[in-house]
């Protein structure tokens, strides 16, 4: 079984500010893991994954998360957040990376104050 | 490519009353997902569908919601009939059995 724990359901930072989400899984197998974003009254959109190989992945809008197995962590940083940034944003976890489903985190609400 | 299509985007009912709602995957994606996502809350799956096949329906509340996947391309989840608690967002997704989740904009019940 998997599950997803977002440390925050709300984090504010400020517009130039480094912007971080913590996301912590556990996964009874080796996990695929995902990070999307959903604006107000839109789906989910995909920003990053990891599957296998390099622990440092890098996404869309400038977004990266680093795979620590032995923190059964993936957090997501951005080194500098804009007001475009503002956004739910959901870590999942996938068994093996098959076809299973994800199973999310219950997401934290980014702001960005100007 | 086109991607996940659903409709409607938003639909308002009295409770007691049915309701429907269609997904079209991408095309080529076998799996299907239907996923729940409550006010604040991360998605949570109802159901998925390898082609025809229902594989995973044991979140699905087997009393109020029904869903089909005919020839094993769109699909219809249904609620018959609606309480309160039903509002929500109902999100589509469609996959390459990759993991990966493409996400339909979903569909916004508001049951009063």
């Known amino acids: 079984a998997q599950s997803v724990t977002q440390l925050g359901s709300h984090v504010s930072v400020s517009e130039g500010a480094l912007v971080l989400l913590r996301c912590n899984y556990s996964s009874s197998v080796p996990p695929y893991l995902f990070w999307y974003v959903q604006y107000p009254n839109q789906g989910l959109q995909l920003l990053l994954k990891y599957t296998t190989g390099a622990t440092l992945v890098k996404g869309i809008n400038g977004f990266e998360a680093e795979f620590k197995k032995s923190e059964t962590s993936f957090h997501l940083t951005k080194p500098s957040a804009h007001m475009s940034d503002a956004a739910e944003y959901f870590c999942?976890?996938?068994?093996?990376?098959?076809?299973?489903?994800?199973?999310f985190g219950k997401g934290t609400h980014l702001i960005i104050q100007p | 490519e086109a991607g996940v299509v659903q409709s409607p985007r938003y639909k308002i009912i009295e409770k007691k009353q049915p309701v429907a709602f269609w997904c079209n995957p991408i095309?080529?994606?076998?799996?299907l997902y239907w996923y729940l996502q409550n006010l604040g809350q991360g998605p949570e799956l109802l159901i998925r569908y390898e082609n025809e096949e229902a594989v995973d329906d044991s979140q699905l509340p087997k009393d109020r919601f029904s869903a089909e996947r005919l020839k094993g391309v769109d699909s219809t989840l249904k609620i018959q009939p609606a309480e309160l608690g039903d509002s929500a967002v109902y999100l589509c997704?469609?996959?390459?059995?990759?993991?990966?989740?493409?996400f339909g904009e979903g569909s916004r019940l508001t049951v009063l």
């Open positions: 095309s080529g994606h076998n799996t």
């Open positions: 997704a469609s996959g390459p059995n990759t993991g990966e989740l493409f």
């Open positions: 999942a976890v996938s068994p093996y990376g098959g076809a299973d489903g994800l199973t």
